[in-house]
């Protein structure tokens, strides 16, 4: 009998995972980008600061929370099913 390893089914889909939300976060810090840019290019109106906070803001906010999504994800890669075939 020819023994052969099953289809990792919970890498693939945590690795699909992963780069879905690495695609949403990316798409979040674009839309930051360009509010930052808004704001450096209308120096000269109150309140241009509030775009510039608020792009900041979200890439920080963004970056932290791939990152943690990522060690998560990775954590569970690397555990071991407790049922074993």
Do not use: T
Request: hydrophobic residues 60%; contains cysteine.
């Amino acid at each position: 009998m020819i023994y052969q390893e099953p289809f990792p089914l919970k890498n693939f889909s945590l690795w699909s995972l992963l780069i879905v939300l690495g695609l949403i976060i990316g798409y979040i810090i674009l839309i930051a980008l360009i509010s930052i840019n808004v704001g450096l290019n209308h120096l000269q109106q109150d309140g241009f600061w509030v775009p510039i906070l608020a792009g900041v803001i979200s890439i920080v906010g963004c970056l932290w929370l791939f990152l943690y999504f990522l060690k998560f994800i990775i954590s569970r890669m690397k555990e071991k099913d407790i049922i074993n075939i």
